[in-house]
């Protein structure tokens, strides 16, 4: 890496160090969102952002905003960032990287002189994994406007804690303003998928999310006795199940190579071995970049399992349980990052992302773009998720001339 | 009903009774083994036994015998019988008809004055559900020599309270031997199925019992992001349970009618529905009465569940968890109870049952057969489990003559 900006060195013992807040055995963190470990790692990263210079502040949610300040006080800040919470059994990047990476950027900023027009801000967001507050990417939901705060700090953990309980304990309810105006937010992230690995890239130039619906499907028999019902008599869901699991696949077939659909969650009643199941349940998680094919996917899933169910006596019901539109990044962001890439001399790809990430909210109601890097084998939400030291810092070099190009430099 | 012997008046009067003991708010009765209402129904049954003039005794896992004198003293009785017990939310049938049954034949024969050469007794016997302790056809079983009583007795219930303890505190561990040499054993029962009730038949003279063979299919793929992963890098196990599904279903067709199999207890892993799954499991009940024809669907089901498997990159495992032999019940019984239905000029039929009864396990030992009755809708283990007060009597009746023709009267 010629005429590098960041400190890779610098960027992965920041990586490794946050990882020991909440370590695991296997090598990985937990860091649960507003748990203790969640603020013993904001207090890590507060502590190098106060010491690069940077003011902080925290909206009611705890969505943490470190600002640089830029040489235009009224100008909107380009914000950089992601989240520091963890799975239960998290690995050491998975958002992390992306808070780590802004925080970098700074550094950058301050070790090369550089002042921006725009102030340039990073961001850690309350709850992305959803995890012990079964709601993910909740602090940017709310930031955004798709979640009412009131209706998120009643939502409670398995012991009953609730967030709001947790924002106040945790002195993390601020004041700072929801959906403030941004220049441009841009978030830094592992691939989470084995793309970029198979094809060899080193950044992915993420154009946007894929669009993601959840459905319940419920398949309805009549129990039976398994011994004394003859196979004529009987209303198997197992069959429907069979023709229905067939129908979504081939049909997903039919799509590749950009749909994704998995049916999981899979149960049946009673819990008996020997009685025809009454009722079969699955959910089937179904993704496509374009909100129209994926309208088009959701008439044919429930057609065919109308058809499954039909086609052997049993009811069906197809219930959506969670609806998110693809998200379409802006082009100046994705154009600053692919630009950035090409300067660096980086192989990269456009990519589509297959996760939600905080972006797709901030996405909502400012510019946004995203930077993918390759992870080992595309291996993510596990204590084994690895990357190449390299592989961070080239990530985190694009973001630096990404953010550089849309906060601006001295005219 | 021309000539009829027995009354079919007491034996509805005494079903109803019986059935108010642990009754239901739905019409049913709970009655689960060795429990204190298993003990006030056995209490009413040992009263109205020893009315009619019987002796009791009971062997060391609670089997109750009532015996009317035979002519021989020493000649192996005729033995009736069936159980008391029922499920939680049980029929007024299931069981209870058959030893209710047993003692009207005891009735029937004093109101007529009839000696038999054998003895006759009506058994009761110990926890046929397996509902409360987990074993079924368990006093059967332990009389036959299938289960050893030091193993049954070490058997507890959910609150821990053991077989053991159970039987010493009813006073159930009698001393009478197992397996002594029976003439013959009939078991009247309701069909528990709707095939009598569709063909319109009063009896079924029942041949034997299906073979049972239980098996734990799992289907192991890879646990996989279900938005990043594309869809030709995964191993997903809904893939290889619907071809599975599908293959097992084909399989049971082509041996129809007299298979049954049933698919039931599915469930995946994890519990994610943004997850593929990394396992897939999943029952199957395989019933068939001929043990060869058994043996090969045994051997067709793990060639299709492994077909099923590689076809998608998945792993699999096959385990027999529950395995019963089929049974042929004896021809002179069965002779016994066909010659019965043609002198009652009842309408009837051979059939197979679908379902385990204790005549399987006294098979073993002794000369056995048994009858069924329609029942509506061929619903049981329910409260609403229904035969007619008519079809009640024309069983009691059958098993009448059966019972005498093999206990046998003054030369």
Not at 62 to 88: E, K, M, W
Request: with cysteine.
């Amino acid at each position: 890496m010629s005429g590098v900006r960041v400190s890779p060195e610098r960027l992965w013992s920041r990586l490794m160090e946050m990882a020991e807040v909440g370590a695991t055995p296997a090598g990985g963190s937990n860091r649960q969102a507003l748990s203790d470990d969640d603020r013993a790692g904001r207090d890590l990263f507060v502590g190098w952002a106060e010491r690069a210079g940077c003011s902080i502040e925290l909206d009611p949610v705890g969505n943490l905003f470190a600002r640089r300040a830029g040489i235009d006080a009224d100008a909107a800040p380009v914000v950089l960032g992601s989240h520091l919470d963890t799975q239960p059994t998290g690995g050491r990047f998975d958002g992390v990287y992306g808070v780590l990476g802004g925080l970098e950027v700074v550094e950058a900023l301050n070790d090369h002189g550089i002042e921006t027009q725009a102030p340039v801000e990073v961001a850690v967001w309350t709850n992305e994994e959803g995890s012990r507050f079964a709601v993910s990417m909740m602090g940017s939901a709310v930031w955004a406007g798709v979640l009412a705060l009131d209706e998120v700090r009643a939502i409670t953990d398995r012991s009953g804690v609730s967030v709001g309980a947790e924002l106040d304990r945790l002195g993390w309810a601020g004041s700072a303003a929801f959906a403030k105006p941004l220049r441009a937010y841009l978030e830094l992230h592992i691939e989470q998928g084995p793309i970029l690995e198979a094809s060899g890239s080193s950044i992915g130039v993420v154009t946007g999310v894929q669009g993601i619906r959840w459905f319940r499907v419920t398949l309805e028999g009549f129990p039976a006795h398994a011994g004394t019902t003859p196979m004529d008599r009987r209303r198997d869901p197992s069959r429907s199940l069979a023709d229905a699991l067939s129908g979504l696949h081939e049909m997903a077939s039919a799509h590749a190579p950009q749909v994704r659909l998995t049916p999981a969650m899979l149960a049946s009643e009673p819990v008996s071995s020997n009685t025809v199941p009454g009722c079969i349940t699955f959910t089937v998680d179904l993704r496509h970049p374009d909100a129209a094919v994926l309208e088009g996917l959701d008439a044919e899933l429930r057609a065919r399992v109308a058809d499954a169910a039909a086609a052997h006596g049993c009811g069906h019901r197809v219930e959506v349980i969670n609806d998110c539109a693809p998200v379409v990044f802006d082009d100046e962001c994705v154009q600053a990052v692919e630009s950035a890439a090409q300067r660096c001399g980086f192989a990269y790809e456009r990519i589509g992302s297959g996760a939600g990430h905080d972006a797709c909210h901030v996405a909502l109601t400012a510019p946004a773009g995203m930077i993918f890097v390759p992870c080992q084998d595309g291996l993510s939400h596990n204590e084994a998720e690895s990357i190449e030291p390299e592989a961070a810092a080239r990530g985190a070099e694009v973001l630096f001339h990404a953010a550089l190009q849309l906060a601006g430099t001295a005219p």
